[in-house]
């Protein structure tokens, strides 16, 4: 598709209307690619959100240790953990 032939990126109300597009839509139809420019955002922080998870207590003991060996907290070792077995998935 030739420059000429883009369509307009149409407005949308909402974050979620804009979402929804674009989950059924090509962005090829609406942008040059080819111009596009690698973006920096240094300071963005990740949303993040608490959940509460019950755990055998003999399972969450031997997390404990584990974090005792690494020297870090054991909720940092478990997000860890959880990152590592879900990007495997992938």
Request: net charge positive.
């Amino acid at each position: 598709m030739s420059r000429k032939d883009l369509k307009p990126v149409p407005q949308f109300k909402s974050e979620a209307e804009e979402r929804e597009f674009w989950e059924t839509h090509d962005s090829t139809d609406y942008l040059d690619w080819s111009k596009a420019e690698r973006a920096r955002f240094p300071n963005l922080k990740l949303s993040t959100q608490s959940i509460s998870i019950r755990l055998p207590v003999s399972l969450l003991e031997q997390i404990k240790i584990e974090a005792n060996k690494r020297d870090v907290p054991y909720q940092s070792l478990i997000k860890v953990w959880l990152s590592e077995k879900v990007h495997k998935k992938m």
